[in-house]
């Protein structure tokens, strides 16, 4: 088996059908970026512990983890802006570093012969940014975990769409499937299995750097639902973290959608593309009928809720014309359209 055949077995093994449609997309995206003057931090991931006692949380206590910088030893600019963008919104920032593990390369693994499982293969070591003297330095992994709850257990699919998520990815490189790597297995393996992490996952699929400009952003794969006006649905919970991020400094995210065509069964991977499109969190808010209805399945398999937008509200994207200067004043920008 190849190393890319191990990325996406393993990756099936962990994702529901309709995270691995949405990671396609999220990817899609980036490449879209590619071209431009803006840097995408990408592997975004925000983790809030689980109280000992269950008592109610609040925003506290959250952990943002980066994985953009996995293989580095230094940061670019753009994650060095995203540090200081979570730490002002209240998170604790790490930044993973992937190496071998001691296990990686051994003949026998528990008891049996041949190749150590690519899981085994890796370890994750943990790493803080210093403002001051701008360097990344090492985080006791031991001292931040210990009071976390056992034991979390990883959201696994029931498989069955393996050699169609082959095809969906075939025009990939190995590193994109790579970083879709280490971010499940950064999760599944070394959160979830090795330190037992219980908690809640807030979801931020990335953030946006261009110069001083930076804003959240959101990606989804959706098909226009048609009422009296085209709709699109958008998930509550994300727009409440973008927001929750983003109003620290007043910024306004944005929001990216990947419109497909209708088809017979949702999350698909063959669905006929027909356009990007954007919106404004400012827009979201003003635009909306603030009738929240239930959605459909969410990345994770839970049901969703979400907020009706007409369509109308959203603008094709034109990804060489993007200005961050547009997404840098929530109030500003909303008060411009009512």
């Known amino acids: 088996m190849t190393v890319r055949e191990e990325y996406l077995e393993y990756i099936h093994n962990y994702w529901a059908k309709q995270k691995a449609v949405g990671m396609i997309a999220e990817a899609r995206f980036l490449d879209n970026l590619e071209p431009t003057d803006i840097e995408a931090v990408s592997e ?33 600019p753009g994650q060095i802006a995203a540090a200081r963008l979570m730490e002002s919104a209240g998170t604790t920032v790490i930044f993973p570093s992937v190496g071998e593990s001691d296990q990686s390369g051994l003949d026998n693994f528990r008891g049996g012969s041949g190749k150590t499982p ?67 297995h950064f999760f599944s393996h070394h959160l979830k299995e090795t330190y037992s992490f219980t908690g809640t996952y807030f979801d931020v699929d990335g953030l946006l750097v261009s110069g001083s400009e930076i804003t959240p952003y959101e990606i989804k794969e959706k098909t226009a639902y048609q009422d009296s006006t085209e709709l699109f649905g958008l998930d509550v919970s994300r727009l409440i973290v973008m927001l929750r991020v983003a109003l620290t400094r007043g910024l306004d995210p944005i929001y990216i959608v990947r419109e497909v065509e209708e088809a017979e069964e949702l999350h698909v991977f063959d669905r006929e593309f027909i356009d990007w499109q954007s919106i404004r969190l400012s827009d979201v808010v003003r635009s909306s009928a603030w009738q929240i209805q239930g959605g459909g399945p969410g990345m994770t398999g839970g049901r969703t809720q979400t907020l009706m937008i007409p369509k109308s509200e959203f603008n094709t994207v034109s990804f060489e014309e993007i200005e961050l200067s547009g997404y840098s004043d929530f109030i500003a920008n909303f008060k411009n359209k009512i």
């Open 44 to 76: 975004v991931m925000l983790f809030q512990p689980k109280p000992v006692n269950d008592e109610f949380q609040p925003w506290e206590n959250i952990y943002t983890f980066i994985l953009d910088a996995a293989e580095e030893e230094s940061l670019s």
């Open 118 to 184: 690519l899981e085994h293969e890796l370890e994750w070591k943990w790493r803080s940014y210093d403002f001051d003297s701008s360097e990344l330095e090492t985080v006791n992994i031991e001292d931040e975990t210990e009071a976390w709850r056992t034991r979390g257990r990883s959201t696994e699919d029931d498989g069955g769409y393996l050699d169609k998520f082959t095809d969906a990815v075939s025009d990939f490189s190995d590193d994109v499937l790579k970083e879709m790597f280490y971010k499940e």
